[in-house]
């Protein structure tokens, strides 16, 4: 690459194949290692968890520092140390400051982010740190700090989210932080810091799991009146009917492709199989809408990482993947809020505490049970519509973790088509998966 634009490398004490906080782990070792601040470009992706990481080096503090990386041009990189889907994209990348891979895999976009952050906040542009977290070429997330210590978030993101963020901070103000700012052109927007996530607690108890709860119970409460509204102001958001559907259309041709990156004598699920678990789905989403539990707004991704707490406040951040279905959709997210346990008295008792008067215990403890199925398939969904979109660090999972969901999602349809005793037989049961091999 060309020096002092970009630079390739491998580093190999990172753990690519985590999700989360990928861009710190490399900014803190090259700060640690080399003295050197680096801004993460992106991660071009592989099969296996190798690849490059595009990272621009600003100029050198001090004249002894050093650069730990061998810099060359593209020319003259031997055809085994990169291949040519790296080369085509390093080489747009040189010539052109961008990968056409999406709006966050260009090289000037932190120049154009740290301009506007320093316009909003009124602040010199070189009075910002700016500490990456995810990275990706469609989406970003970013810790803003000043000189004053002041600390902030920014996040970029293709969708509605901002839009939702903006009316939530309007409309449930002690539930998301303050939105600051919004740049449609750049697709950024900025809030406060709110808080420690909830991940960072050293043991999560039972009573923090109801109290997370029931908070967030209460946001949905009070978000209930604002469906109208949503629906105008952010017409992306979809639906758990919206979700069934895709699903059903995506999961054959999902299941085509698993079959053809499988070795040999590897299962493979047959489209029937598909079939009968897709129509069970329906069957129980049926069944849960006649218990009647009302449309709220759900978060979608409701991990410890998204749970801000500060004194008695819960904030709830990272909405991209937010929709609107049935309440219980996001008790599954909240009942394995404790590290390798499944805490689900907490959640029915917070949710009896802020729902109760609207539903008996009997309908409530039922509608959870059955929404536990909708929120796998949403999670399933999500995973198919992302498969092109993986990084370095989970493309070699997709299809270990796809054949994982399918077997999640037959297993709690015949648990919620067990436990629900008014089901009778309006479902039909699916039989064990039957592994077969692919010829």
């Known amino acids: 690459m060309t020096p002092r634009i970009a630079a390739t490398c491998v580093l190999p004490t990172i753990d690519l194949r985590r999700d989360e906080r ?15 601040r680096c ?28 650069s730990p990386f061998h810099r060359r041009r593209i020319e003259d990189l031997e055809p085994s140390q990169i291949s040519q889907q790296e080369f085509d994209l390093l080489l747009r990348l040189q010539m052109t400051g961008e990968t056409g891979r999406g709006p966050f895999s260009r090289l ?6 740290r301009s506007w952050l320093a316009d909003v906040l009124h602040v010199a542009p070189n009075d910002l740190r700016l500490s990456q977290h995810h990275v990706g070429p469609c989406r970003a997330l970013l810790n803003v700090a000043t000189s004053s210590e002041r600390q902030y978030w920014l996040k970029g993101v293709r969708g509605c989210e901002s839009g939702l963020m903006h009316l939530l901070e309007q409309e449930a ?36 799991v109801w109290n997370v709860s029931r908070h967030f119970a209460r946001l949905q409460r009070q978000t209930l009146g604002i ?16 979700v069934v559907r895709s699903l059903e259309e995506a999961l054959p041709f999902a299941n085509e492709g698993l079959a053809f990156s499988l070795i040999a004598a590897s299962p493979v699920l047959s489209l029937p199989r598909l079939q009968e678990l897709v129509f069970s789905l329906k069957q129980v989403f049926v069944r849960l809408a006649e218990i009647q539990p009302p ?30 279905g049935t309440l219980f959709e996001n008790v599954e997210y909240l009942s394995l809020l404790k590290p390798n346990e499944r805490s689900l ?5 917070a949710y009896s505490s802020v729902w109760g008067a609207r539903l008996s215990n009997g309908a409530i403890k039922e509608a959870i049970k059955l929404s536990r199925p909708l929120t796998i398939a949403t999670r399933l969904l999500r995973l198919l519509q992302r498969r092109d979109e993986v990084s370095i660090h989970t493309s070699s999972l997709q299809g270990p973790s796809l054949r994982i969901m399918i077997r999640q999602l037959e297993h709690s349809l015949q648990a ?10 309006a479902l039909l049961v699916p039989e064990p998966i039957t592994p077969v091999t692919r010829m």
């Open 295 to 324: 449309e709220v707004l759900l978060h979608g991704d409701l991990h410890t990482g998204n749970i801000l707490t500060q004194r008695r406040s819960v904030v709830f951040v990272d909405w991209e993947e937010a929709r609107l």
């Open 416 to 425: 919620a088509i067990k436990d629900s005793a008014s089901l009778g037989s």
């Open 173 to 208: 103000t002690h539930y998301v932080p303050r939105f600051i700012a919004y740049h449609s052109q750049l697709s950024l927007y900025l809030t406060d810091h709110a808080g420690a996530p909830l991940s960072a607690k050293q043991a999560i108890t039972d009573r923090d």
């Open 345 to 349: 008295e907490p959640v029915m008792s």
């Open 108 to 113: 000037t976009w932190l120049d154009d982010a």
């Open 227 to 242: 469906l109208p509204k949503l629906r105008e102001l952010v017409p992306g958001l979809p639906s758990t009917g919206t």
């Open 39 to 66: 801004e993460v470009i992106d991660i071009l992706g592989s099969s296996d968890d190798v690849g490059l990481i595009v990272i621009r080096l600003p100029a050198l503090g001090t004249k002894n520092a050093s």
């Open 22 to 36: 990928l861009g710190s782990q490399i900014q803190v070792h090259c700060a640690t290692y080399w003295s050197i």
